[in-house]
């Protein structure tokens, strides 16, 4: 089976609730692509996930980190970042 990493797909979420006078903020962390891992997973991929928040400073940039995943898939944020290069 394949070596897959999955880059992005994640995000922060704020919400701010109102009662009366008093707000409350509350901050959660998002994984939009939990379906799409356990099917891989399923399959017998070895999925690599990593958060939107992490690709910045833990994404493989080098060609010889590149060559350990079989596939790796961008979500479209990061798409833009790399087009962007």
């Given at each position: 089976?394949?070596?897959?990493l999955?880059?992005?797909?994640?995000?922060?979420?704020?919400?701010?609730?109102?009662?009366?006078?008093?707000?409350?903020?509350?901050?959660?962390?998002?994984?939009?692509?939990?379906?799409?891992?356990?099917?891989?997973?399923?399959?017998?991929?070895?999925?690599?996930?990593?958060?939107?928040?992490?690709?910045?400073?833990?994404?493989?940039?080098?060609?010889?980190?590149?060559?350990?995943?079989?596939?790796?898939?961008?979500?479209?944020?990061?798409?833009?970042?790399?087009?962007?290069?």
């Open positions: 089976m394949a070596k897959i999955l880059a992005g797909e994640s995000w922060i979420s704020t919400t701010t609730e109102y009662k009366g006078y008093d707000s409350f903020t509350s901050t959660k962390l998002e994984i939009g692509c939990e379906a799409l891992l356990m099917a891989l997973q399923g399959l017998g991929h070895e999925v690599t996930h990593l958060r939107a928040h992490d690709v910045p400073e833990h994404f493989p940039w080098t060609k010889e980190e590149l060559d350990q995943y079989d596939v790796i898939l961008l979500s479209d944020y990061w798409f833009k970042f790399f087009c962007a290069l």
